[in-house]
């Protein structure tokens, strides 16, 4: 597996190897061993999330207060831009945000850990987005932050047609409203 850094400590970008042929291909798409070692930490996981989601769907920037999730995403069909944004008070790259293209063709993966709001927008007519969660969904604490935040100036791209945000996800807070980590 190749692991990459990206400019928000700990969000990495994990690829596995892929042996193909003219029959299609093999990765493996977990390994506890590798993934502990790549992350520098022992992570349990303990919800898989599959979603399904059509050109111009923005899902995010969604985090929990309490219950705190890393997540571990992929995407197995189509493309999306996956974005982590830092809001860890103490962080030095607090407010900051790392994006990447994950698609069925690179299998890269993402690693947000626990501390970052995370989101994507779907780049192709569809795509299904796979991702491992280091805790139980947890409605009464989730929060979300606004893709559009002037403060974050992330650098969503261009898909041809409009942004569409769930209702949750149009009254998200602003980064001068939202609750943050420590």
């Known amino acids: 597996m190749k692991v990459t850094a990206t ?8 690829e596995p190897k892929v042996f193909g042929d003219s029959r299609g291909f093999f990765l493996e798409s977990f390994n506890q061993g590798a993934f502990d070692e790549a992350v520098g930490r022992r992570v349990k996981f303990v919800q898989d999330n599959h979603s399904r989601s059509v050109k111009g769907v923005l899902r995010g920037l969604h985090y929990q207060v309490q219950q705190t999730q890393g997540k571990l995403v992929r995407a197995v069909r189509g493309a999306v831009f996956d974005v982590a ?3 860890r008070k103490s962080s030095p790259t607090f407010g900051q945000w790392t994006g ?11 690693w947000v850990p626990e501390g970052l709001a995370h989101g994507f927008l779907v780049l192709t007519e569809s795509a299904d987005v796979l991702y491992k969660a280091t805790d139980y969904y947890a409605p009464e604490h989730e929060r979300a932050i606004r893709w559009d935040d002037a403060k974050l100036e992330i650098q969503w ?5 409009p942004v569409q945000l769930s209702a949750k996800d149009h009254q998200a807070a602003t980064m001068d409203s939202a609750e943050f980590f420590e």
């Open 100 to 110: 990447v293209e994950l698609t069925e063709k690179n299998h890269k993966q993402l």
């Open 85 to 87: 944004v830092d809001i």
């Open 7 to 14: 400019a928000i400590a700990d969000v990495l970008v994990l």
């Open 157 to 161: 791209p261009d898909t041809g047609v």
